[in-house]
């Protein structure tokens, strides 16, 4: 199975959208998401046979969307924004690890369903857990992190968000902080 096809495309007035296919073997369900970046998308499946039926939609998803407009992101046009939390402790605690799953968890499909991005990794450092998202726009990626970690209790007064473009990490710039700040590190 090659996985998900995730493209974009920018309608006349600037507005990104997004469509995204993939094959959800444990429900034998070909999914498509679709919908205006940062918005909650629009989801459709169709039960498939078996996985060779289900590529067979996935490649012509992909021909549609490639006719349509629609195409890849690369990496090196996309931002890595990070959520990050202050920790009590330089190396973090049980209850951090705890929140660094439940924040992974929440952060991925929050993003997700709004064509905002992926998570990548998460680390822990000095008094910091890093969750590192590659987005395709930094301001909805931000707000969307924010609503996040608010609706689900994830320690929101401890956390920043800083943004730097992908071809540029060390280039990290302070997006949001619940405490005030003058910058953002890792």
């Given amino acids: ?19 995204e296919a993939w094959f959800d073997e444990d429900y034998a ?18 039960d498939v ?3 060779d039926a289900a590529e067979g939609l996935l490649d012509a998803f992909a021909v549609q969307c490639a006719e349509d407009g629609y195409a890849e992101i690369p990496e090196g046009e996309q931002f890595w924004v990070v959520a990050q939390f202050a920790l009590k402790t330089k190396e973090g605690t049980d209850r951090d690890r705890y929140l660094e799953e439940k924040a992974k968890d929440a952060l991925i499909s929050h993003l997700a369903w709004r064509g905002l991005g992926t998570v990548e990794r998460s680390e822990f450092t000095d ?3 890093n969750i590192f998202c590659l987005c395709p726009d930094v301001n909805k990626a931000v707000n969307a992190i924010k609503i996040c970690a608010r609706g689900e209790d994830l320690d929101f007064t401890k956390l920043s968000i800083g943004a730097a473009p992908f071809n540029e990490p060390a ?4 997006k949001h902080s619940a405490k005030p700040a003058t910058g953002f590190s890792l």
Avoid: C, W
Avoid at 39 to 44: A, D, F, I, L, V
Avoid at 171 to 174: A, E, G, I, P, V
């Fill in 1 to 19: 199975m090659s996985g998900i096809v995730r493209v974009y495309k920018r309608d006349d007035e600037g507005t990104l959208h997004f469509r």
């Fill in 29 to 46: 369900q070909f999914v498509m998401n679709f919908g205006v970046v940062g918005h909650q998308s629009t989801t459709e499946e169709t």
């Fill in 49 to 51: 046979a078996d996985p």
């Fill in 127 to 129: 008094y910091k857990l």
């Fill in 171 to 174: 280039n990290f710039k302070l």
